[in-house]
């Protein structure tokens, strides 16, 4: 075993942070620490009553646990497609321009393979979520990172975006809302995407989970006239509909972009639990009513508090970003931000996550998640109360 060695793209990555930090959470907690967490954005609450109830409806179905078509169901794909229209105002065929996937990593992994040869060079978001990086590593793409700067309210800078170098760029990794910094889209935003793709024959790459957490005015890269010819949109269950587990996602572009995704994903996976396909189908049509409870109301109540824990840590903060993550840049007091997160854990017994983990642009900044229940969060509150003031 001692000449056996791992694949060199190893090298190029390491384990992912929430991976090996969960890990040590899990240490402290069996040492009697009963750690709160406020790091990971995985809702805490339930799907949809009736979402529920479909997933065993179909479960208990004796012809349903067979291999499923790598397409998707055509129910799973019409709920796609009615939840854009109803939601955004965008027209999709659901026979030909959605494809469902188990998840937005997965989507990111097929759409790399699908657009990018070894050497090829993707624009990267800094602060941005690390899985871009990480798997364009591991697939052998060159990273160019773009900035995002909190005084552009986290949008891109075109005017540094053509000074570049764009000859050998494939594809741009975009998300709005953003995360980690809860940015909010912008229609002028999407529309110079649409352009700047346009004339450097660049594939954009919206990813749109967070669209309705604490936000009235949900969008999509899509509304943008011609935005299908050169764009694509990735969407997920996770986050809008309570359901990170079930690993239900889509991506959404014009025919032929979803032919060439299809032509890797058929290589690798055989199809979503039909029961899981129709569940997201039913979940699909949660009433208005739902959505403004799930996603507007309980976080709007969880914000308040993670803002009074950004008070509490002399922390900056934009009132009027979006999503399910509160984003505060730290006092000049401390030299690096794990100072201030390394604190908080181990003293307040509170998990909070270090921005630089985003990128070199997140690195005087703090991500709080909204996903634990209130008492939770208040109790956080008091524990970090307690420290702080001191």
């Known amino acids: 075993m001692t000449n056996i060695k791992p694949a060199d793209r190893l090298s190029s990555v390491q384990e992912y942070y929430f991976s090996r930090k969960l890990k040590e959470v899990a240490d402290l907690n069996a040492k009697g620490?009963?750690?709160?967490?406020?790091?990971?954005?995985?809702?805490?609450?339930?799907?949809?009553?009736?979402?529920?109830?479909?997933?065993c409806e179909v479960a208990h179905d004796p012809s349903a646990h067979g291999y499923q078509p790598t397409v998707g169901t055509p129910e799973l794909r019409e709920a796609m497609a009615y939840f854009y229209k109803r939601w955004y105002g965008v027209e999709l065929d659901p026979k030909t321009e959605i494809q469902p996937m188990i998840g937005s990593k997965e989507a990111i992994l097929h759409v790399t393979l699908a657009f990018c040869n070894p050497g090829d060079e993707v624009l990267v978001p800094n602060p941005g979520y690390p899985t871009y990086t990480s798997l364009s590593k591991i697939l052998g793409q060159k990273i160019v990172n773009y900035d995002l700067m909190e005084n552009d309210g986290w949008q891109p800078d075109f005017q540094a975006l053509e000074q570049m170098d764009l000859s050998r760029v494939k594809l741009?990794?975009?998300?709005?809302?953003?995360?980690?910094?809860?940015g909010n889209a912008r229609r002028e935003t999407y529309e110079r995407l649409v352009r700047f793709a346009k004339e450097h024959n660049i594939v954009v790459v919206n990813d749109n989970p967070?669209?309705?957490?604490?936000?009235?005015?949900?969008?999509?890269?899509?509304?943008?006239?011609?935005?299908?010819?050169?764009?694509?949109?990735?969407?997920s269950m996770s986050k809008s509909h309570n359901m990170p587990g079930w690993r239900v996602g889509m991506v959404a572009t014009n025919s032929t972009f979803i032919s060439w995704i299809l032509k890797i994903k058929s290589n690798i996976d055989s199809g979503t639990f039909r029961g899981i396909q129709f569940?997201?189908?039913?979940?699909?049509?949660n009433d208005d009513a739902?959505?403004?409870e799930y996603n507007y109301d309980n976080y709007k109540r969880r914000r308040a508090i993670a803002e009074q824990i950004m008070d509490v840590l002399e922390c900056k903060y934009d009132k009027d970003s979006v999503g399910m993550f509160l984003w505060g840049k730290i006092p000049d007091k401390y030299q690096t931000v794990e100072e201030l997160t390394e604190k908080i854990l181990h003293e307040a017994r509170v998990f909070i996550t270090p921005g630089m983990i985003f990128g070199s642009n997140g690195e005087r900044y703090i991500r709080i998640s909204l996903c634990a229940k209130d008492g939770k969060m208040k109790e956080a509150l008091a524990r970090i109360k307690g420290i702080m003031t001191k």
Do not use: R
């Not at 569940?279 to 049509?285: G, K, L, R, T, V």
């Open 33 to 55: 620490m009963d750690i709160i967490s406020l790091a990971i954005g995985s809702p805490d609450m339930p799907p949809s009553e009736a979402t529920v109830k479909k997933l």
């Open 172 to 182: 741009m990794w975009t998300n709005y809302p953003n995360m980690p910094t809860g």
């Open 210 to 235: 967070y669209s309705f957490i604490i936000n009235e005015h949900p969008m999509s890269l899509l509304q943008v006239p011609g935005a299908k010819d050169c764009c694509i949109e990735f969407n």
């Open 279 to 285: 569940a997201a189908a039913e979940a699909y049509h």
């Open 290 to 292: 739902w959505h403004k």
